[in-house]
Nanobody, 128 residues
C-alpha cells in the first residue's frame, strides 16, 4: 500500500488549497480514504473520509461546509478541496487508507487509530 500526498503550501486566510492523495498497491474500491491533520503539540485529528466505491463522505464538524472530499476512481486519486481557510487549519495533512468494512459511522472513519496505511504528509500553512 502506498499513499502520496501533494498540494500543500501557503495560503492566506479565506483562501483555498486542494490536496491530492495518490493511492497504489491495493484495490481502491475496497478501501476508505481518510484525511487527517496534525498541528504542532496537538493530537492527530480526522478531517474527512471518503469511500470511493460509492462516494460516501464524512467530515469533522470543524470543516463541514468548507472542505470537500472527492475521488477519481479511474486514477486511484482522492482530493481534499479546502476553502475558507483559517490559521486554525494550519497543520501537516495526511491521507490514510483502511479496508472498508461498512456499517460504521462518521466517528469510526475519522479516528486515526483505525488506520494502518499512511502517506508521508503535506504541510498546509494559513496566514492572516
Amino acid at each position: 500500500v502506498q499513499l502520496v500526498e501533494s498540494g500543500g503550501g501557503l495560503a492566506q486566510a479565506g483562501g483555498s488549497l486542494r490536496l491530492s492523495c495518490a493511492a497504489s498497491g491495493f484495490r481502491f474500491a475496497n478501501y476508505a480514504i481518510g484525511w487527517f491533520r496534525q498541528a504542532p503539540g496537538k493530537e492527530r485529528e480526522g478531517v474527512s473520509c471518503i469511500a470511493p466505491s460509492d462516494g460516501t463522505t464524512y467530515y469533522a464538524d470543524s470543516v463541514k461546509g468548507r472542505f470537500t472530499a472527492s475521488s477519481d476512481n479511474t486514477k486511484n486519486m482522492v482530493y481534499l478541496q479546502m476553502n475558507s481557510l483559517t490559521p486554525e487549519d494550519t497543520a501537516v495533512y495526511y491521507c490514510a487508507a483502511i479496508f472498508d468494512r461498512r456499517g460504521y459511522g462518521s466517528a469510526w472513519y475519522l479516528t486515526h487509530r483505525h488506520y494502518t496505511n499512511w502517506g508521508q504528509g503535506t504541510q498546509v500553512t494559513v496566514s492572516l
